[in-house]
């Protein structure tokens, strides 16, 4: 392995990879409709339909800078969305003010992020 | 104000009753900390269990105890054992050493080998600057003259590097070629890059030498903000065989040197051959100075030994074979094996304490400023007196210590198939850089780290902690489920750790006659390991109350047993791999990587072993014919239908998390019965990648057969028997409404057999014809 945070700079692979994630973001936008947002809702972490289990895989698979995580603020009571920095020693960052009131509510709020962004970008 | 932080750790793990334990104790935004001494019951705080229980004991060290922040020194490196300064250079001198830097480019300088203090800027050094290049420094105490390479170094090759002052001329020279073959760096021939360069210059003075400065490899003496001697400019990469002359040496002897001999010249002040003293069952932390003066050198958080060199020809592959190829010691300026706090309390233990999990109980600050720190520790009896012992999987906890995989580790997420949980604790202990890593983790130079270490506050070690890539409490938090069930079971108990395990052997266990493991007993010594199946095979009765246990390899140097190591091969589950050459652990000389590999897959033992992991929904186990057979029907007896194990504190089901398998292929023992399986297991479930040649589409939860947990029983010789739960979460299942439930049972009748005096249940039914009830 390299160091953690080497100048990518001169890696040619970055620019095949981000080609890969280009065609991949537009076929996975066809993936989105209302019932796979609702399968979610109610399975965040169950047996998943393909449609849905395929854009799991794809947010799972982001670069960590790019990906999110769950703050319980208090275990099984308050629990946040943040984003990953991707650096270490620094922190997550709050992605905006909700409050879920179970782990699964902030993973359903964490994946509607993620559908935005790839819709958005 | 500072926000109020405690942070702990003892000096051993491991008690008696009556014995005296050490507290190390760091603190941040005051100087008193209320300790009280608590016997822990319950951890996980799920609201479908019972939550977290402690049981305060009354202790002579109970009450108020005063603290201090206290500073811990971060990075491996070797301190040389030079008290009369031989290598103070006030004239002429020579250094050179074979490197392998692994993050040239770190931004921030690196010493390699020097007599530096950074602070006073005097002495000498050879090192890395900010940018990467090779740089050799003198300094008399106001101005440093450097003499920087003009070409810079590459990650992960090998160089013979050497720098020379001659008092006469001034005349200071610096080399730097590289030393590649074809098997000891990351690039080949056939890359187009530049390795070397040689330059000079005239310095204007000598360097200054001061009586307390101490040559150092891999780091340089520095001070912190309070103005304590530390070391700093920590170097990343390897180090191989380095010396010193008290001359200028020529092109020609450096080259001679570059070629692997040293010249037998009276000017050679010390060569340090980092392959000497190693055996074949390991490698200690002091370096060897072969030169006239004996100048050891001696390791600070534990360097890595034992690792290629820059003459590994790539024919072996362990330093057992070849030592002198194996010369390479690894430094990270992250490693940490130990705080080396100050003892801010030595406690004599009561003597009548129960055996059990304790922890010192620090609490400072009041509503939401409190912060509370359980430092936790395990009570062995002073003489074993009850039938059954619980075995703490205290060497799994260690290869987990602080890990931070939700932060760092790109593929954690998609292994888990869910989003990591983040507590608060989680958080800082990623801000932070003074308590370590994992074995789980890499190093910031992406190298894996092989040591973890309990002299160190080890936050996830902690009774409510929860695993936030899987957010379900995890190791001593999922274990003190077990110590709960078995408190309101009534069942007479005592503990163990795996460290007592190691030390003792097979004597550990044979007092008892019933052994129960924690939910995941992953890593063994070898030690270990024939200490269980000696156990098991002269009649001891095992329950493996489990999974993923047995499974991966581990070292434990005697006499320093907070330490352990951990190499990881290419074929297992694995956070990082060594590189070739470099899986063998220093520690014990043991191969590294998973015990199946070296013919002791975990159904040898105990019957089962891991078949798939994942996260996400558990699921419960089915009743399979064999339960039905009057040899073992015993172990359902009570069982209300098919299902065992329909609910849970790890996500809601007795199978999950790691998931155990029945293989004959694998050595489980043909007369094996298969209690329960389990199924139907989400796709983040994935088949072992031991168990399959190739990947391939298709190898999760709703496609192959063997995503599945099996519960498994056999009868051992001797009287002994072995029964297996198979999953992680099972034991996690035992509080479920207030431990009435079917895994419970299940165990219960199993234990109570177990721990009985007298033949197990079932044993006249031998006769084929009348086994089923």
């Keep these: 392995m390299l160091p953690l945070e080497y100048g990518r700079s001169e890696d040619r692979d970055i620019i095949v990879r981000d080609r890969f994630d280009g065609f991949r973001r537009e076929f996975l936008r066809t993936l989105v409709n209302p019932e796979v947002i609702e399968e979610h809702r109610q399975s965040a972490l169950g047996q998943h339909s393909e449609r849905l289990e395929r854009l799991l895989i794809y947010f799972r698979q982001r670069p960590l800078e790019q990906r999110y995580a769950v703050r319980a603020i208090e275990p099984f009571r308050r629990y946040q969305v943040v984003r990953l920095s991707g650096r270490r020693g620094v922190p997550p960052r709050l992605v905006d003010d909700a409050i879920y009131t179970s782990a699964n509510d902030a993973r359903h709020g964490l994946f509607l992020r993620c559908i935005r962004d790839l819709l958005e970008t | 104000m500072t926000p109020v932080r405690l942070f702990g750790y003892t000096d051993k793990i491991s008690v008696k009753p009556g014995e005296t334990i050490q507290f190390h104790v760091s603190a941040e935004g005051t100087d008193t900390a209320e300790a009280q001494l608590v016997r822990l019951v319950h951890g996980d705080q799920n609201p479908a269990g019972p939550g977290f229980i402690e049981e305060e004991v009354a202790c002579t060290a109970n009450g108020r105890w005063r603290v201090e922040p206290q500073f811990t020194q971060v990075g491996s490196f070797l301190e040389v054992d030079d008290p009369q300064g031989r290598l103070a250079f006030a004239n002429s001198f020579t250094l050179f050493a074979f490197i392998h830097p692994t993050w040239p480019a770190s931004g921030k300088r690196q010493t390699i080998i020097g007599r530096w203090d950074g602070d006073r800027k005097q002495g000498y050094g050879i090192g890395i600057d900010e940018k990467g290049h090779l740089q050799f420094w003198i300094g008399r105490g106001e101005e440093i003259e450097r003499l920087t390479a003009n070409v810079s170094l590459q990650v992960q090759m090998w160089y013979f590097v050497a720098a020379t002052f001659d008092a006469e001329t001034r005349r200071a020279t610096l080399h730097q070629v590289g030393v590649g073959n074809r098997y000891n760096g990351l690039l080949g021939k056939v890359a187009l890059v530049d390795y070397e360069s040689r330059k000079s210059a005239i310095f204007r003075s000598k360097p200054g030498n001061l009586a307390s400065t101490p040559f150092i490899m891999a780091g340089s003496r520095s001070r912190d903000a309070q103005q304590r001697a530390c070391v700093s400019e920590l170097y990343w990469g390897k180090i191989d065989r380095c010396g010193t002359f008290d001359q200028a040496l020529q092109p020609a002897e450096l080259d001679t040197i570059r070629s692997g001999l040293v010249p037998a010249m009276d000017s050679l002040v010390a060569y340090w051959d980092t392959s000497a003293g190693y055996t074949d069952r390991g490698i200690g932390d002091l370096v060897v100075d072969v030169g006239r003066h004996k100048l050891n050198a001696r390791g600070y958080n534990r360097p890595v030994r034992g690792q290629t060199g820059w003459n590994w020809e790539g024919f072996t592959d362990c330093f057992r074979l070849a030592p002198q190829e194996f010369g390479g010691i690894e430094f990270h300026a992250d490693a940490l094996t130990d705080c080396n706090w100050k003892a801010t309390k030595a406690v004599a233990l009561p003597h009548g304490l129960k055996s059990g999990c304790y922890a010192m109980r620090l609490r400072s600050g009041r509503g939401k400023s409190l912060s509370e720190e359980h430092v936790v520790f395990f009570v062995r009896p002073g003489r074993p007196r009850a039938r059954i012992a619980f075995l703490f999987p205290t060497l799994t906890y260690l290869a987990f210590a602080n890990e931070r995989l939700s932060f760092d580790h790109p593929e954690r997420e998609a292994l888990t198939g869910q989003s990591a949980v983040l507590s608060d604790i989680d958080i800082e202990m990623y801000m932070r850089d003074d308590f370590g890593l994992s074995t789980y983790d890499m190093h910031a130079d992406g190298n894996g780290v092989c040591y973890s270490s309990y002299h160190r506050p080890v936050m996830n070690m902690r009774p409510k902690y929860r695993m936030p890539s899987l957010d379900v409490a995890s190791g001593l938090a999922a274990d003190l489920s077990i110590i709960a069930w078995l408190d309101q079971s009534g069942f007479e108990y005592e503990v163990l750790t795996d460290e007592d395990l190691h030390r003792d052997g097979s004597e550990a266990l044979s007092p008892y006659a019933c052994v129960i493991s924690g939910a995941r007993p992953e890593y063994y010594t070898e030690r270990m390991l024939d200490a269980t199946e000696d156990y098991i095979a002269a009649g001891g009765r095992y329950v493996y109350a489990g999974g993923n246990g047995f499974n991966a390899t581990a070292g434990i140097r005697d006499g320093e047993p907070w330490i352990m190591e951990c190499r990881r091969r290419d074929d297992g589950y694995k956070p990082w791999v060594s590189r070739y050459g470099e899986h063998y652990m220093a520690t014990d000389g043991m191969r590294g990587g998973p015990w199946k590999v070296l013919g002791r897959a975990t159904q040898k033992l105990v019957g089962i072993g891991l078949s798939s992991s994942g996260g996400g929904r558990s699921e419960p186990y089915r009743r399979m014919p064999d339960s039905y057979h009057r040899t073992v029907s015993w172990i359902t007896k009570g ?108 165990l219960a009748n199993v234990v109570e057999a177990f721990a009985g005096a007298g033949r197990l249940p079932g044993f006249a039914w031998v006769n084929e014809e009348k086994q089923w009830a």
């Excluded at chain 2, 999760?700 to 992680?728: E, I, K």
């Design chain 2, 639 to 746: 069982v209300d239908g098919e299902i065992i194990g329909d609910a849970g504190l790890a996500n809601d089901g007795a199978a999950g998390l790691a998931l155990d398998y029945y293989d004959r292929a694998l050595g489980t023992p043909p007369h094996t019965k298969i209690i329960a399986s389990s199924g139907g297991h989400t796709d983040s479930y994935v088949v072992n990648q031991q168990l399959v040649l190739y990947s391939y589409l298709g190898l999760y939860g709703s496609y192959d057969w063997r995503v599945h947990a099996d519960m498994t029983y056999f009868t051992a010789p001797n009287g002994g028997a072995v029964f297996a739960c198979g999953s992680v979460a099972f034991a996690q299942s035992l509080p479920i409404n207030n431990f009435r439930n079917g895994a419970s049972r299940v």
